[in-house]
């Protein structure tokens, strides 16, 4: 075996691995979001995360970049670590009506996929991760949403190695939006 | 459908309200024939479509209507439905086009003035020569217009009815609420953009339930939004919690109806709350001059200082009057007990970005249903109007009785009454006895004489 080769060898090891690693990520996400583990949730945030969701319009399809808003327009979410801790706390208050009770949730994620790594597999500090969601939301008694699109996420790696986000981008998969409101984090 | 309603099911002067004009399909009919097919409706902000050629495809009750701007740059409104065999003609929320092709048999409709005597009038019918011999009168044809539009400092509204009064007559006082929301900070009418998006989404709510949130409820606020003000959602962060900021001025301290008209505002037109105390300091004092600059323009041009915060104009169109938010939200009406909410942001057209960037910001995390405020009135909007269907509820009307005799005339404007008390059902009162004299079927014309001829 050429030197060449054990070092691809690694490199697709190492992918591998990376994978599995953000899989197991977004995995824990799911769990810590639908068990209503929200603190810990906001534990695996980067300081300087960002999470949006734009608004999805029909456009003819030769004018394909303006069928979602942009950064400046109008979206659904526009959040910072600041705006999403909120979200937790107002959930906290026991007074927040559009979930209390609160709504039995199950996060799907699937088709994942590593976008890219930065600088490189067998040293990532850097990782862009794409999937799919699906939300499921029951409530109160008959009140059921679906919610499915993708994600597109940055995970970085902090200090002592472990990964937090930093960049969420959902693109939900309606025009308009058939749920009374967005209480769930994606 | 039933040509009019019941009068007994509103009760406007005892505060009583039947709960069936929110659960009842023959009611829901007769609104969309009395109320949305004559009233004057919300289409859009001319920063919408600023382009020869550019169109938003908007609704007027049920139905799709597409706001244009033709070739010479004026502005219309026209049923987004083909007139041979009903295809929508457009199915884009938004666009360039000088036409409209319906993708069924190709009927095309122009929106350019140099080919076509009227804007969205039939311009090509394949196979007109052979299949039509040239008979077809495509100027007989065209999508149909509304019958009145008009630009209010670039608010677009418009009405099918040719006899529904000016829209002047029909906002009445009201207008200085709607001028306020076409002004900038500095109070400069037509000095606001919509950004782009219209955040659209599905409740299963009865649609005046929206009107009335914003109408002058302001008892909800302090049960339905505890929630926010305990997480510092406001401008003033964590220091100042409340969800407007500290205005150093109460927010409201009455509330205004018009009481022949069915408009209302939480606020009074005399009385201008302040500007909120930000987190930046940079930002309290850009606004702090910009209201200054604002009550000044005010004056010298004669228009009441106030007229701000959440209120509606009749029927379906609700506002954040103000800056801190400036917002609109149309409920259009899809059945009895479903409704399409459709909400559009302004802003000052000539902010510095990041204070643009800081009340989108705001505005979102406010409003909508992702907003940590809006979230709350949806839930109980929706449940209030499901617990409100069944055989035993529909017999028990509603309480409307807060305030009941605690308005007297206004000192500002000669057609509006204020309450006493910040706390009132007297706007709803009003905006039910509007409702009720469109229910009834009467003309325009009785209804000007049952209202004195004013």
Redesign the interface.
């Known amino acids: 075996m050429t030197t060449a080769s054990t070092s691809s060898v690694d490199a697709r090891l190492a992918t591998l691995l990376l994978k599995d690693e953000l899989t197991e990520r977004l995995h824990l996400e799911a769990d810590l979001l639908d068990e209503q583990r929200f603190d810990e949730w906001l534990e695996l945030l980067d300081d300087d995360v960002t999470y949006t969701m734009p608004l999805r319009l029909n456009v003819h399809h030769s004018d394909a970049d303006r069928a979602s808003t942009k950064e400046g327009d109008v979206s659904w979410f526009e959040d910072d670590l600041s705006t999403l801790r909120m979200r937790v706390e107002q959930l906290a208050t026991g007074e927040h009506w559009a979930e209390e009770p609160r709504s039995r949730v199950s996060h799907l994620v699937s088709n994942i996929r590593l976008l890219s790594v930065a600088p490189n597999p067998m040293a990532p500090e850097m990782v862009e991760v794409g999937c799919r969601f699906l939300v499921y939301r029951n409530r109160v008694a008959d009140e059921t949403d679906i919610w499915v699109g993708r994600r597109t996420d940055t995970w970085r790696a902090d200090t002592q190695g472990h990964w937090r986000l930093l960049r969420r981008h959902l693109l939900l998969d309606q025009g308009v939006l058939m749920a009374k409101n967005l209480t769930v984090l994606f | 459908m039933t040509d009019s309603v019941d009068p007994l099911m509103v009760d406007p002067d005892n505060g009583i309200i039947s709960r069936e004009i929110f659960v009842s399909q023959d009611v829901f009919d007769t609104e969309l024939e009395q109320i949305f097919a004559r009233a004057w409706l919300f289409i859009g902000h001319e920063s919408q479509i600023p382009e020869p050629g550019d169109f938003f ?1 908007s609704r007027m009750g049920t139905e799709s209507v597409l706001l244009t701007r033709d070739s010479e740059g004026e502005i219309h409104v026209l049923l987004n439905s083909c007139r041979h065999r009903g295809m929508k003609v457009c ?5 360039n086009t000088h036409d409209f092709v319906c993708p069924y048999h190709g009927w095309s409709y122009s929106t350019d003035g140099t080919l076509v005597s009227v804007a969205g009038e039939l311009f090509g019918v394949p196979h007109y020569r052979a299949g039509y011999d040239r008979k077809l009168d495509r100027s007989q044809w065209g999508l149909i217009p509304t019958a009145q539009m008009v630009n209010h400092h670039g608010l677009i509204f418009a009405t099918w009815d040719p006899d529904t009064p000016s829209f002047d007559e029909y906002t009445g006082g009201f207008r200085f609420w709607l001028d306020n929301l076409a002004a900038n900070t500095a109070g400069e009418r037509g000095r606001v953009k919509a ?11 009865n649609w005046k339930f929206v009107s009335e949130n914003f109408l002058g409820d302001n008892y909800h606020g302090p049960t ?1 939004h ?3 003000d ?4 406001g401008p003033g962060g964590k220091e100042a919690p409340t969800r407007h900021g500290d205005n150093k001025k109460p927010r409201s301290i009455g509330s205004t109806s018009f009481f022949d008209l069915g408009h209302g505002g939480v606020t009074t037109a005399g009385y201008a709350w302040g500007y909120p105390e930000f987190e930046d300091e940079n930002m309290t004092t850009y606004f702090q001059q910009r209201w200054q600059q604002r009550e000044q323009r005010l004056e010298a041009e004669d228009r009441p200082i106030g007229g701000l915060g959440p209120s509606t104009m009749f029927p379906s169109m609700s506002l954040h009057a103000g800056a801190f938010p400036r917002a609109l939200i149309v409920a259009h009406p899809v059945g009895p007990t479903e409704t ?1 909410v459709w909400r559009w ?1 302004l802003v000052d057209d000539d902010l510095p970005e990041d204070i643009e ?1 800081w009340l ?2 705001w505005y ?2 406010y409003s ?3 907003g ?1 405020v ?3 009135d ?3 909007w ?2 209030a109007t499901d617990a409100s269907t069944g055989t035993i509820a529909r017999r028990y009307p509603y309480n409307y009785q807060l305030g009941l005799g605690m308005a007297s005339p206004s000192e500002v404007l000669d057609d509006a009454v204020e309450s006493s008390y910040l706390m009132t059902e007297e706007n709803a009162r009003n905006y039910y006895r509007r409702w009720a004299a469109l229910m009834s079927g009467a003309s325009w014309a009785e209804i000007d004489q049952a209202r004195g001829g004013k």
């Open positions: 495809n199915r884009y929320d938004e666009g950004l782009r998006g219209v955040q659209k989404w599905r409740i299963k709510a339905s505890s929630s926010v305990a997480v510092g959602l399409e942001f960037s989108r910001r979102l995390r909508g249903p992702a940590l809006e979230q709350d949806m839930e109980n929706d449940y």
